[in-house]
């Protein structure tokens, strides 16, 4: 049984279709991706998946029920966490607090224990500080749990933004151009941990333009080119699909 269903998704802005009749289905526990040249419909089918914006048609399907329509916030209690393609973290905060921001959908505490700082309160807050730590330690972050995230340099930022989002225990993750920004190190460090939150049971989904990357973790690959889906599958398939080629190099296929 698929994990998540995209059926003939929708998406008009001003009469222009940025996404048209979009069909794909991601399996519990997998690494998908979809790529496809700059303007493609990628960052908006996202958007549309985890409820930033509202499509126009179609249906998505998660964990066997409809999500359409939900709002962001809805649909990441429900397990779906996204990050996005600009790193928006809290710069004056610590890396530490940016985590325990990306808990909140855990904390059940009212303003009145809050305020009083009751004990449900203080143990409330004592395992989100003890799962944010978990979670940075995850990510290779703990040692910098104290400083300014503003002070990270960009690669440690994109991590942080991943650690936020892992601090919502989502069983399916949207990664938004992860890989950007990062040199080659780097991003070889992000493929050993998308690959560890595989092995820990999240299920993941890729927008990104590195292809190596993309080819090196990905099971299945969905390609989309002026909102329509011209490819779908393994990376071998994908790497000699014309109809890929011509969409990144112009060419009549």
């Excluded at 269903?5 to 929708?10: E, G, I, S």
């Excluded at 500080?129 to 503003?150: C, Y």
Aim: hydrophobic share 45%.
């Amino acid at each position: 049984m698929p994990f998540l269903v995209v059926k003939h998704l929708l998406k008009k802005f001003d009469g222009i279709v940025a996404v048209n009749d979009l069909s794909f289905e991601v399996k519990k526990n997998e690494i998908a991706a979809i790529i496809g040249p700059n303007g493609a419909g990628k960052t908006t089918t996202f958007n549309l998946i985890s409820g930033v914006l509202k499509a126009d048609g179609g249906q998505i399907i998660f964990k066997n029920e409809p999500i359409f329509g939900l709002k962001p916030h809805a649909i990441a209690a429900r397990g779906m966490v996204r990050t996005f393609q600009n790193v928006n973290l809290f710069d004056n905060m610590t890396v530490l607090d940016n985590v325990k921001v990306g808990s909140h959908k855990k904390g059940h505490t009212e303003i009145f224990g809050a305020a009083f700082r009751t004990k449900t309160f203080k143990q409330e807050e004592a395992a989100i500080s003890e799962t944010s730590m978990a979670v940075l330690q995850l990510v290779g972050l703990e040692k910098r749990a104290p400083e300014m995230a503003g002070n990270l340099p960009f690669g440690q930022q994109r991590l942080l933004e991943i650690a936020r989002a892992l601090a919502g225990d989502p069983e399916i993750l949207l990664l938004d151009e992860p890989a950007a920004g990062l040199n080659a190190h780097e991003t070889a460090e992000l493929a050993t941990l998308i690959l560890k939150l595989q092995q820990q049971g999240i299920t993941i989904v890729i927008i990104e333009h590195d292809m190596e990357l993309v080819m090196e973790i990905s099971e299945n690959i969905i390609v989309i080119d002026q909102g329509n889906k011209i490819a779908e599958g393994g990376p071998l398939a994908i790497q000699t699909n014309k109809k890929v080629i011509g969409a990144y190099l112009g060419e009549e296929c």
